[in-house]
Structures are given as structure tokens and as C-alpha cells.
């Protein structure tokens, strides 16, 4: 498999171009919403990063190393929460712009169905991990 063009995933139109692409596959459609999510979660840790430093700086609290996996671990549920509320966000996005652009036949029906069922594969998967 070849190198997966780096595409903005959570522009309808941009999702719309690449299901009626000839070429793609399942496989690019997964390497897509793999790095979006990823992309999301790096710019979310780095968010929280920040503000962490900011507000031990502003401070000038030395933190020790059972601080530190405190602040980690705050960190990581912060993430997971927003990733989850994206993620679920994003699902009801895409659900309602694949089925319009069915109806206004700007979608070819097979892509379409396909992508539909990763996204409810998604959402199980996240209901699941939220258990």
C-alpha cells in the first residue's frame, strides 16, 4: 500500500471528493480518520501541556515525580474526554452530510454505505471504551 496523501477529514467536501475517488480504498478512508483523530489528540496533549506550564510557572511550584504522574494522568483523562466528545461530534457530522449528499446524488451509494458503517464502528467502539 502506498503512502496516504494527508488530507483535512473533518471538511465535508473534502470527505465527499475523496468517496468518490476511484482509487480509494477502505484502507485510505481508515488511514484517514486515524491521523484526524490522531492530529486532534497531539493538538489537545499540547493544550493541556501548556496550560500546565503556564500555571506551575506563574507559580514557581517544583513539582515531584508523584506530581508528575498526577498531572499525566489528568492530562490523559482530559484528552480522552475531548477525543470522545470530537469523535461523537464528528459521527453525527458526517452521518448527516453522507446521507444528504446521498439524497443530492452527489455521492456514489456504494463509498458511501461503506463509510457509514466505520462511522457506526466508530461510535460502538467508543460506547464500548466509555463502559
Keep these: 500500500m502506498g503512502t496516504v496523501k494527508k488530507r483535512d477529514f473533518t471538511d465535508p467536501e473534502v470527505v465527499i471528493k475523496v468517496l468518490n475517488g476511484r482509487k480509494t480504498t ?3 478512508i481508515l488511514e484517514n480518520l486515524r491521523e484526524m483523530i490522531q492530529d486532534f489528540q497531539l493538538v489537545k496533549e499540547d493544550f493541556y501541556v501548556d496550560k500546565l506550564q ?7 511550584i517544583e513539582i515531584s ?9 489528568q492530562i ?9 466528545n470530537f469523535v461523537d461530534g464528528y459521527i ?7 446521507l444528504d449528499a446521498i439524497n443530492s446524488k452527489q455521492l456514489r451509494k ?16 467508543f460506547k464500548k471504551e466509555s463502559q
Design 54 to 60: 503556564k500555571k506551575l510557572s506563574k507559580k514557581h
Design 65 to 73: 515525580e508523584k506530581d508528575l504522574e498526577q498531572y499525566t494522568s
Design 26 to 28: 477502505i484502507d485510505n
Design 92 to 98: 453525527l457530522k458526517m452521518n448527516d452530510v453522507i
Design 110 to 125: 456504494k463509498p458511501a454505505h461503506a463509510f457509514l458503517v466505520l462511522l457506526q464502528a466508530m461510535e460502538a467502539a
Design 76 to 84: 490523559e483523562a482530559n484528552v480522552e474526554k475531548d477525543t470522545k
